[in-house]
């Protein structure tokens, strides 16, 4: 799926890979933001950072394939872990790959090249592990949750959705021993120290316990709810929309049959509803969630019991690998067609007519192109994607100057700037043809630069 729409024109990647370099030029974690104008004084904390290291690791080996190859592993690993999880539920081979495939097409929107696909992966896994444990009583594999923790807390901020399942079933492991109708074979002791485990081992980042206020900043004060489209509900305008909501009535509905009382299966299901369905990259919970819970609840036929030997799980996953390999070549993605689907996205002419030109700073731009021209340009921009940071009132300021809101000539970031570039069609970039303070620099069918008239 990843290689044959391979694109990389996710324009938060690039301020990804513009913070991995500087981490590994400086060979720290930055504390205050080091591409914006305003950012020697703006706290901000690189919490995706081991991602970002990896990712421009891959970008100086292998070019834009590499953001390629990176969405295409992480979704293999997300599809195998996921069918493992719903097969361990599910004893219907048939109902488990139907699943399986419901899930992944529900997540197709995310797979690019993001963090957040570590936090789909490390979810699925932890929600395995731990309903394994409840099921069986089997707590060998809670093992390996500090670990999984410690991975997630230096790839992405919402290693914070891990700890709903796992605190899940340690209430109702607790509320087990006192009511029948609750069912839970894992002693809360076990699932007590897992989770207590999996808390310390978050700590163990560049961050250290400071990750716990960033991740409840970033929870309270997003940034641009308003704005950003992957942070607005889901609008109904695709199929995968309506399928996440399907999966989301068949697991509501599955549990309203169940004779005992889901203590767990119900808490993840509000959690999946709440975070799903108020902002669009997080469908991937209801997406999970919802084909679990529809796995386990759901009966199997016997004549589709068959069962893939465990050891044979491997072998699958490695020809899944190899089929991804062989698609790169077979579909003629390379850097060259890459870079061509790239430059029809991003100002990528535009930004080596400024560097040719040396036009002076500082600079102005829109919201959705900061990130490439973090690490295209070099030049401290007005605002990138990082909403969380900037908050709404800059981002709404942004975005009504480059509407050409009656107020527009009072932005004091444009006031001050030396050098304008926006997408050619912008409401700003009309008048700015208009305005004597600014000359039309260069402008081709995608960017217009404008330079400040002395």
């Not at 913070?19 to 060979?27: A, D, S």
């Not at 834009?64 to 979704?75: D, H, K, P, R, W």
């Not at 679990?292 to 199997?300: D, G, N, R, Y």
């Amino acid at each position: 799926m990843c290689v044959h729409a391979a694109c990389v024109n996710d324009p938060d990647i690039w301020w990804h890979l513009r913070t991995g370099q500087w981490i590994v030029q400086h060979q720290a974690v930055p504390h205050t933001d080091p591409f914006s104008r305003s950012g020697v004084s703006r706290p901000w904390a690189a919490y995706s950072w081991f991602f970002e290291v990896i990712v421009l690791g891959l970008f100086q080996r292998l070019g834009l394939a590499g953001l390629v190859n990176y969405s295409a592993a992480m979704v293999l690993g997300i599809t195998v872990a996921l069918y493992h999880l719903i097969r361990r539920l599910q004893a219907d081979f048939s109902l488990a790959v139907f699943l399986t495939f419901a899930a992944c097409f529900a997540m197709t929107q995310l797979f690019t090249p993001r963090p957040w696909l570590f936090t789909i992966l490390c979810f699925v896994v932890v929600l395995d592990i731990v309903i394994q444990a409840r099921l069986t009583g089997v707590v060998r594999e809670l093992i390996w949750l500090p670990l999984i923790f410690a991975l997630w807390a230096n790839t992405h901020i919402q290693f914070i959705a891990g700890f709903v399942p796992l605190g899940l079933a340690f209430g109702e492991s607790v509320f087990a021993g006192r009511l029948k109708a609750v069912q839970n074979s894992v002693r809360p002791v076990w699932l007590g120290l897992a989770l207590l485990g999996s808390v310390l081992a978050t700590a163990l980042n560049p961050y250290g316990w400071h990750i716990y206020s960033v991740a409840y900043n970033i929870a309270a004060h997003p940034g641009g709810m308003g704005q950003i489209s992957e942070l607005q509900a889901l609008p109904f305008r695709n199929l995968t929309d309506y399928l996440v909501l399907l999966l989301a009535l068949g697991a509501a509905a599955a549990l309203a049959q169940a004779k005992r009382l889901p203590l767990f299966e119900g808490g993840l299901l509000a959690f999946a509803v709440c975070i799903s369905f108020r902002s669009q990259r997080d469908l991937w919970a209801m997406a999970v969630v919802g084909a679990a819970i529809l796995a386990q609840e759901i009966p199997a036929r016997q004549k589709n019991r068959s069962r893939v030997p465990a050891t044979a799980l491997p072998f699958l996953a490695a020809a899944a690998a190899l089929a991804v390999a062989i698609g790169f070549p077979a579909m003629r993605i390379d850097n060259s067609k890459l870079s061509a689907k790239l430059a029809e996205t991003m100002p990528v002419a535009a930004v080596a007519e400024i560097q040719a030109k040396q036009y002076p700073g500082p600079l102005f731009n829109d919201f959705n192109w900061g990130g490439y021209l973090d690490w295209a340009l070099r030049m401290p921009v007005a605002i990138d994607g990082r909403g969380a940071m900037y908050g709404d009132d800059a981002i709404n300021r942004s975005v009504a100057t480059w509407n050409a809101e009656p107020d527009w000539q009072s932005d004091p970031q444009l006031a001050s700037a030396g050098v304008v570039i926006g997408p050619v069609k912008a409401p700003l970039t009309q008048v700015l043809r208009l305005d004597p303070h600014w000359k039309l620099a260069y402008e081709d069918k995608l960017a217009a630069v404008f330079i400040a008239r002395k």
